[in-house]
């Protein structure tokens, strides 16, 4: 009996799938032996594949850093982890750093499974047990799955405290955009939060796989009268919200947040791209903060919390599920219609 696939990125474009195998080496006191049940796809798994990644990064490599498993094995340290379904962190931090003691997202010593090192796109991984989060809300595989990006949106938000009679505008109705839409709307009771979203295609796919979100194609009109008077008052022609959150992937999705940010409003962004124009101008002029946020560890709480109670609208995210052999053919989907897709490392899971 075969263990399960292990796929690996060579190249961009290039994936290899072979047979998973147990480890030879007995485990460490920390390590835990977990057998994958399901990786869920990121933007940046798919911007690995296509070679068009923002971050550092490395080749070969196994991607897959949003994942559900259960343990299998453990070391002596991890005894009680037995039989427990898990996910776990993205960021595979040192813990003894100054820069540790802040954020571990940020350690010094910091590198990213599924990134820069080897992921979770294989049946049997082992690893260190204090990345590992246990399913406490009996969440299962599927929703488990999804407590990375839930985190990662959990921990930016909770960076520029939402309040909720904020106006506020989420950009990109990616997967991240509408976790930080779920997130402002259901944890940190904002009313009157809009998606923006280009794409007409993925707006439409949207606003039907959630009816209530308030999805829009453009950004607010600016104020034609401040614009054509110039100076300071142009700089707030198109300045409506409280908050702006950048989750799009296009190059102009922080111009857009700094524009539609009020005076002494905050921006977050997400996007991690190599380069981006930023108008300091409308920054400095609006006094406006900036904050950029990555990683999820420190936020898998709040997540799988939230998740726990809005099982169902977060199930909804999940749009497409295929075997892990299957691989090339999930990183093919149309990003218009698709939000989430899971690669299933198990027989049962299929
Ligand atoms: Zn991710
Ligand atoms: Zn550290």
Known sequence: MSAGPDLRLTAPGRLSVDEAKPPTAPLGPDEVLVEVDRVTLCGSDQALYDGTYG??????????????????????????????????????????????????????RIEKFGLTVDGFSTRLRTVDRRYLYPDRHGLGPGLLALSEFFAVAAQGL?????????RILVIGAGALGLASYLLL?????????????????????????LPSARVRTEAPEPDAAARSAGGYAALTAAARYDLTVDCSSGADGLATALACAVPRGRVLCFGLRRSAALRT????????TLVGSIGGT????RAQEFLAGHREEAGLLVTHRLPAERAEEAFGLDPRTRIKTQLTFGEDAR
């Open 185 to 209: 709307t259901g944890a940190h009771g904002a009313a009157d939060v809009e998606l923006l979203e280009a794409d007409p295609v993925k707006a439409a796919a949207v606003a039907e796989l």
């Open 55 to 108: 971050g550092p990064s490395s080749y070969p490599l196994r991607f897959g850093h949003e994942w559900a498993g259960r343990v299998v094995d453990t070391g002596l340290g991890g005894r009680e982890l037995l039989g427990q379904w898990v996910t776990g962190d993205c960021s595979r931090w040192c813990g003894d750093c100054p820069r540790c003691g802040t954020d571990r997202n940020v350690c010094a």
């Open 298 to 301: 420190g936020g898998f709480a």
């Open 158 to 166: 909770h960076r520029v405290a939402p309040r909720p009679d904020e």
């Open 281 to 288: 101008d409308l920054l400095v002029a609006n006094a406006l």
